[in-house]
């Protein structure tokens, strides 16, 4: 299964992996494994390949409740339904540990670079995407957070068009059903 990354930002795409979040028969969840978890840190770029298989021979279960407790707080702070306390203080403390597990790579002196000595850590993924989302959450691109216009999806995007006014997730999928949806409104009125 190949994720449809839409959203500009891993961090988004991680929000967006509770598919119909708003939906009321009820959301779909797309990281239902470890192994879920780890094709969609590779497809984000997050890992390479060859971390992606040295992992899958690790278990990964406890990895994955946490990638998603991480993905609910980053939910809450972007959707605005819970901005201060438990989702503040879960995401400070995985962007924290995130932090305390990268090390310095001097290889490239005098560029230095933030590398993951731990690279056969079933967490891997879960620090590559706090430090993702810290990296989002730090910078003036936050601002561009965007919620598809589509009631149904909802799900979040960077809006980096050029008069900051995109609307759907993805023209093709969201956009198009609105627009059609709106059209056939309009036959029928």
């Not at 006014?165 to 709106?182: E, H, L, Q």
Request: aromatic share 8%; proline share 4%; glycine share 4%.
């Amino acid at each position: 299964m190949s994720f449809q990354l839409v959203a500009g930002h891993p961090a988004l795409d991680l929000v967006n992996t509770l598919d119909f979040r708003f939906r009321e028969t009820g959301a779909e969840e797309l990281l239902k494994t470890y192994d879920d978890l780890l094709r969609f840190s590779e497809q984000s770029m997050l890992l390479v390949p060859k971390q992606t298989r040295e992992l899958r021979r690790r278990e990964g279960e406890r990895t994955l409740l946490r990638a998603k407790e991480l993905r609910e707080a980053l939910a809450d702070i972007f959707y605005g339904r819970n901005p201060t306390g438990a989702s503040q203080r879960t995401l400070e403390r995985y962007f924290k540990e995130a932090r305390l597990r990268q090390k310095i790579d001097w290889k490239q002196a005098p560029r230095l670079a933030w590398a993951w000595p731990a690279e056969q850590d079933p967490e891997l993924p879960l620090w590559t995407l706090a430090m993702s989302a810290a990296d989002l959450m730090t910078s003036e691109t936050v601002d561009g957070v965007r919620t598809c216009d589509n009631p149904e999806c909802r799900w979040l995007f960077l809006d980096t068009s050029k008069n900051h006014s995109r609307r759907w997730c993805d023209m093709k999928v969201c956009g198009n059903r609105m627009k059609a949806r709106r059209f056939k409104a309009q036959r029928k009125a």
